[in-house]
């Protein structure tokens, strides 16, 4: 069972996400602040998965750069995913060095294999 973090305030994709995981026995928190990813990392506690919806989160891409990196150093998974028509979007999260940056509907096909 796998446990991940989703940034992200879009209901109807958080649901999906929520779907997902528990079709392969994990389960998804969801964040919507820097303060409560902290939280949620802690509550994890081992390496998981942290997905990042590049334009429904209501943190800045900019100040999730210093925390996304040391997770990253710490062991964790980052995915980030954008619309494909906001190519702009991912191009900015690769080049901060956002994890691994997606369109969303590739991040929906790779989903199940975070958990």
């Given at each position: 069972?796998?446990?991940?973090?989703?940034?992200?305030?879009?209901?109807?994709?958080?649901?999906k996400v929520k779907e997902v995981a528990a079709a392969s026995h994990g389960e998804v928190k969801v964040v919507r602040s820097l303060e409560a990813l902290k939280g949620a990392v802690a509550d994890v506690g081992s390496p998981g998965a942290i997905m990042i919806d590049l334009e429904k989160s209501r943190i800045s891409i900019d100040s999730l750069v210093e925390p996304i990196s040391r997770l990253t150093q710490a062991g964790w998974k980052?995915?980030?995913?954008?619309?494909?028509?906001?190519?702009?979007?991912?191009?900015?999260?690769?080049?901060?060095?956002?994890g691994e940056v997606m369109p969303r509907s590739k991040f929906v096909r790779v989903l199940p294999a975070l958990f």
């Open positions: 069972m796998g446990v991940g973090i989703l940034i992200s305030s879009d209901l109807m994709f958080i649901s980052v995915v980030s995913f954008f619309s494909h028509v906001h190519e702009e979007v991912g191009a900015e999260a690769s080049r901060l060095g956002l």
